[in-house]
């Protein structure tokens, strides 16, 4: 089966009514949200990426997710293949400085032997508490669309890493993301729709459009680029926008919201459905690919 | 590193209050009772096991842990590698079954692929509400031990699995292991100390005196065998006692509790330290081996 028939086939198992059918980045259990992330070695990370940095982006990942949903982490839990001392040791290191560095203790887990040679498989589930939990598909007609931080350094980072040399800064939002926690909770409680940017921004906020029924225009020349993104990859932001990992947030906001330093505004949401681009007010055609859109 | 080893490791990170210091089967959230368990093809189940059975153990080992703390299903995530049309959806109607029979909501999950001919790794998440969660170091001495239902069976039937004919009822215990809700709820607010048994009944009982501190003697003659069992594999309880995945309950129960009915009353907690067994009131030497005692 493909990712998108099994998940049909899940929808018709019993859901949970905080499982919001399946369709949303974590779900809703009592007063906490709840998500859950599979890394696979040769799929989501490298034989050779750092282990401390595989430990990191998976812990990452999942609190990105939290902070989607504007919530304060509640803590972790471990799936973890014995992988030998030094691996072990190298992945725990970075295991300890993402769990200190964003305040998220660990509640529990289970350790496993793999066969030997076989792929890692790693999982992280995250709990988080208190969150205003916006859906991903709240979006209304007239919403702006915001961004958090800067786009594409993910994308830039991951072909620093395959040239194997080139900007520190770019590397590490590639491969020590840092999930905006802080900004999902100022913004959630403001947003009609959320989630975090994992596939692309473009892939991302068509999405959230596809999910709230609507046509959404994103102004290329409005998505923020950072300095050392435009140093090495140009001014392009298609190229950015169209890139993975960047672990921002996305949120529509109504037309009189306006946190500004918090996040930058990028585009509008209105009756119809799909993406349009425009680079200074000037329709632009939608490139080939949006994002990763088959990963699974 | 070992996987002691490691685990000693994760409790040098930061740990939330009700991870209760890793040594437990689940940790306390808010309400709730969470716990985590990995199943890897080739380490524990086997490439030609039916699918759908693979998916009711999953899910059910994990319930056995709830049980064990005398929860409600709240619900399951579920960490997924696609595996084929007719691999994947043998699994969803072995999930779906589990999930019904047992009352529990899918909540959420993830799926992702493998490289290909690596061995599946799946993860099931379970929450559990409305426990009396007794922890497995609360045993005092003069409890009594008590057991659910009978002792054996699943090790029965892995061998009749392995042979390839031989009682129904002895492989649907190993195969589909139905996990002790029920009892579960029945015992928990009773209990000092509650686990299930996972690994053998002998290993597991003398993991419950050893997080308490105490001593456990145990009455071979009345570890309660099924008919089944019996008739396939003799009167000696010793096998069944050292043989896994039962996932029935073992509590401590003060001295007057007295549940007939819902479980059997086989040993008697005492100062000290260490497992002693009995068989008309006789000392018996112990087994070389107690159970699965490296399984990770």
């Given at each position: ?174 491969r020590r993301p840092r999930p905006r926690l802080a900004e999902g909770r100022i913004l959630a409680p403001l947003a009609h729709a959320m989630m975090d940017v994992s596939d692309g921004l473009l892939i991302d906020a068509w999405r959230m459009a596809a999910a709230s029924n609507l046509a959404v225009t994103i102004a290329l020349d409005a998505v923020p680029l950072s300095a050392a993104y435009r140093a090495y990859a140009g001014d392009d932001p298609l190229a950015a926008a169209t890139a993975g990992d960047d672990y921002q947030l996305l949120c529509a906001l109504p037309p009189g919201e306006r946190p500004t330093g ?35």
């Amino acid at each position: 089966m493909t990712e998108a028939e099994f998940i049909a086939a899940l929808r018709r198992l019993p859901l949970h009514a905080g499982a919001l059918g399946l369709g949303d980045d974590a779900a809703r259990v009592g007063g906490f949200v709840v998500t859950t992330d599979t890394l696979v070695e040769g799929v989501h990370f490298l034989s050779d990426d750092p282990p401390g940095d595989v430990a990191w982006k998976l812990v990452a990942v999942s609190l990105s997710d939290l902070a989607g949903k504007g919530a304060v982490p509640e803590g972790v839990l471990l799936n973890y293949p014995l992988s030998g001392r030094t691996w072990d040791r190298a992945f725990l290191a970075g295991l300890n400085a993402c769990l200190a560095v964003f305040d998220c203790p660990l509640i529990g887990g289970d350790t496993v032997s793999l066969p030997a040679g076989a792929p890692r498989v790693l999982t992280v589930t995250a709990i988080g508490r208190d969150a205003a939990a916006p859906v991903r598909a709240g979006a209304q007609a007239g919403d702006r669309l915001w961004v958090t931080g800067t786009i594409g350094d993910a994308g830039a980072g991951l072909a620093v890493a395959q040239a194997g040399s080139g900007p520190e800064t770019l590397l590490a939002a590639y491969r020590r993301p840092r999930p905006r926690l802080a900004e999902g909770r100022i913004l959630a409680p403001l947003a009609h729709a959320m989630m975090d940017v994992s596939d692309g921004l473009l892939i991302d906020a068509w999405r959230m459009a596809a999910a709230s029924n609507l046509a959404v225009t994103i102004a290329l020349d409005a998505v923020p680029l950072s300095a050392a993104y435009r140093a090495y990859a140009g001014d392009d932001p298609l190229a950015a926008a169209t890139a993975g990992d960047d672990y921002q947030l996305l949120c529509a906001l109504p037309p009189g919201e306006r946190p500004t330093g918090h996040a930058t505004c990028i585009g509008t949401f209105a009756a119809g459905a799909g993406l349009q681009l425009t680079r200074h007010s000037n329709p632009v055609p939608l490139p080939e690919r949006l994002g990763f859109e088959h990963r699974a």
